[in-house]
């Protein structure tokens, strides 16, 4: 779906902070200004050859306006479209502030909810990218492997694909709300931790360049190493051998992830 | 902790692989506050084993001793193998430490018979309620119930788990006696049928009293071993589909005969029956979520689901006159009948149809198999109609896999 032109809006490169606040103030920002943005970037983003000898218009965020855009995402498209959006921003997907966009441009024409209609290319996207991103949640809450330090806290280095730590910790916060524990993304280099009160967000300085991410023998708690063995025991003995299938093991476990899995140690 | 325990669960785990339920779905327990753990409507497979099926929960024996001898089992008395028992505080540790390092969903926990059934019943019991109640465990736990276990038992364990299974163990009675001479359907019918009562009478009275404690919300299941025995799969199926029907039964696994045993009351295989059993899966599947009832799949002329193709595929080529199904117009019940078209793409094409014309280009984003569906479509850019007969469309398809329905091993959630 391409956005319908008219002679009286700009097109523009437009850059922002790179927030979600941010996103919905640029979007604020085109209707007020009646700009078409042709390419929305995060501010220091290395800029597209096709851009180097124009200059960009810089959108500030502003809390307000980005309260606007999200009461008007929920008022026509509901709770379900406002959170799909924010997952497409997360996705990581090079056109993810494009996409948001469009489909806003889309949903304010209408004004109503527009996920059923697949026919446009900009819905059928997000509709994927939502898909993509459940899954990679859905692996975050399967693949987390949580090691029990000295201390007591149990604490799991990760590295999804895409960021989704903001929206898979809910899980561990309802599931795992009588410990201790910290979900730690060594590729974005930050980490969650829970300790009973709001999660918090959490840099290390630690060094994760092992094969595996099985921590030294010094941090763990006595028993730690034992559960590890008996684990992986366990998923030894999990097998049939009469059943073997490999490669319907690696559709389910890519070998990406073997790492993080205790049983794969 | 100590090799003691690593020997035990070596053994015990061992023996209880070949138990095929692995879900962990369809209960929902919140975490309460202060506790351990919570299960969610979906499950988790945390795990895959190298065959491909999900590890979900900790799946063992209490104890692989067994007074009895059923022949389509490793821990029959008769077999000479090393046996073991884990005491109650060793299960309820392990599961505990695993669930914490996030290895699992909770707990499966069977048995082999000591003693008498409620001897080793009330150990199953004392294991999950002890999780429940010294430990505010809240995650998953399935007890197999004991045959001849005594209904106050079943009650208690209802009061603890989240699922229980009773096990045909296999698809006739006749052949129940030959296999396994010491069980008998009774003995899984009537804790079967004590259950049933008892999810329908607690969930009339959550009704009314929303404090009514929690009775086993993600009710029953039960298995049968396929292939061990010579019942048609017309006969599997008409008895599955009457224990979804009388008994409410949540999921009846399939699970195809491995030969753990030369005994001669069991057919020499040279493999198990994987097609087999993965084709009654997919049977199964049809059943409980395309509308299908067991005799559209298979009748008395076809009493053997077809090894080559899958029955939804069986069922369009048989009924070629309900075909093709004009997808613009079509009933949501007639569009999931077409091979290729799984719930999720059926659901997407109903909603996205009230605001655009279908055809070919839109189908294959919603990620339709056309190459299946086409033989069965009528939509704009569809030019293959009419010049089909089952035939040719048999040998065009031959080879290829069907996607839209998985059978529940291989699939991520139940
Ligand atoms: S009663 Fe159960 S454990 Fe014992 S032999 Fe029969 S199937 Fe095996």
């Not at chain 1, 979600?20 to 390419?39: A, D, M, N, Q, S």
């Not at chain 1, 965020?61 to 929920?74: F, L």
């Not at chain 1, 489909?103 to 994927?128: C, G, M, P, T």
């Not at chain 2, 010491?182 to 009314?208: F, G, H, T």
């Amino acid at each position: 779906m391409v956005v319908q032109k008219t002679t009286a809006v700009d097109e523009v490169q437009l850059v922002y902070d790179g927030t979600y606040e941010g996103l919905l103030t640029v979007v604020f920002e085109c209707y007020r200004l009646k700009l078409t943005p042709i390419e929305i970037q995060v501010q220091g983003a290395p800029a597209k050859d096709l851009f180097a000898n124009r200059q960009p218009l810089t959108i500030t965020t502003d809390k307000t306006s980005a309260e606007r855009v999200a009461a008007g995402i929920t008022k026509y498209g509901g709770r379900q479209t406002a959170s799909e959006l924010y997952q497409v921003f997360l996705s990581e997907n090079g056109q993810r502030e494009m996409i948001v966009y469009q489909y806003l441009r889309l949903l304010f024409e209408k004004q109503k909810a527009i996920n059923a209609h697949y026919h446009i290319d900009v819905v059928l996207q997000v509709s994927q990218l939502v898909k993509q991103m459940g899954r990679e949640i859905h692996r975050m809450h399967a693949f987390v492997r949580f090691q029990e330090l000295a201390d007591g806290l149990y604490f799991a280095p990760i590295e999804p694909d895409i960021d989704v730590l903001p929206l898979a910790h809910q899980h561990f916060v309802k599931r795992y709300a009588a410990m201790r524990w910290c979900i730690y993304d060594i590729k974005r280099n930050y980490g969650l931790l829970y300790e009973g009160g709001p999660v918090q967000t959490v840099v290390l300085d630690m060094d994760f360049s092992g094969n595996t991410m099985q921590l030294p023998a010094e941090v763990l708690s006595a028993n730690e190493l034992a559960y590890q063995q008996l684990w992986k025991d366990y998923f030894k003995s999990t097998n049939i051998t009469e059943r073997k299938n490999l490669k319907l093991h690696l559709r389910h476990v890519p070998s990406r992830y073997w790492k993080y899995l205790t049983e794969k140690w | 902790m100590n090799e003691r325990v690593q020997e035990k669960l070596k053994i015990l785990a061992d023996a209880a692989k070949y138990d095929v339920s692995c879900a962990s779905s369809g209960s929902d327990r919140k975490n309460k506050a202060g506790g351990m753990g919570n299960s969610t409507s979906m499950g988790i497979c945390h795990s895959y084993t190298e065959d491909g099926r999900c590890v979900s929960l900790l799946k063992v024996l209490l104890t692989n001793y067994c007074i009895y001898d059923c022949a389509y089992c490793v821990s029959r008395k008769s077999n000479d193998i090393k046996r073991a028992a884990f005491t109650v505080e060793e299960v309820v540790d392990l599961t505990m430490s695993f669930y914490k390092r996030n290895y699992i969903e909770g707990l499966f926990l069977s048995s082999g018979i000591f003693k008498n059934a409620d001897y080793t019943m009330e150990r199953l019991v004392r294991i999950a309620k002890d999780l429940r109640t010294l430990h505010n465990f809240n995650g998953y736990i399935h007890l197999k119930l004991i045959p001849g276990a005594s209904d106050e038992l079943v009650q208690q364990a209802g009061l603890y788990a989240d699922r229980l299974s009773a096990n045909l163990e296999l698809p006739s009675e006749a052949s129940l006696k030959i296999i396994a001479p010491e069980k008998s359907y009774d003995q899984v019918y009537l804790p079967m049928n004590y259950l049933k009562e008892a999810i329908v009478e607690y969930r009339r009275e959550k009704k009314q009293n929303r404090h009514t404690p929690i009775f086993a919300p993600a009710g029953q299941s039960t298995q049968m071993v396929i292939g061990a025995s010579p019942e048609t799969d017309l006969h599997i199926l008409k008895l599955s589909s009457e224990l979804y029907q009388n008994q409410n039964l949540k999921r009846v696994y399939y699970s195809g005969y491995i030969p753990v045993s030369n005994d001669t009351r069991l057919p020499t295989l040279v493999a198990p029956p994987l097609v087999r059993e993965n084709r009654l899966y997919q049977a199964d599947w049809l059943i409980r979520f395309y509308g299908f009832k067991y005799n559209e799949i298979v009748d008395d002329r076809n009493p053997h689901l077809d090894e080559q193709y899958d029955p939804k595929l069986v069922y369009a080529l048989r009924n070629m006159h309900l075909f093709p199904v004009t997808l613009q117009t079509a009933p949501y019940e007639m569009i999931l009948r077409v091979p290729g078209i799984g719930v999720k793409s059926a659901q997407k094409i109903v909603a996205a149809r009230r605001y655009h014309s279908l055809h070919l280009d839109l189908l294959k984003k919603l990620r339709v198999a056309v190459n299946r569906a086409k033989y069965f479509i009528n939509v704009p850019g569809n030019h293959l109609l009419k010049q089909y007969y089952p035939e040719m469309i048999r040998k065009e398809l031959a080879g290829e896999n069907p996607t839209d329905h998985q059978p529940q091993q291989l699939m991520l959630f139940a």
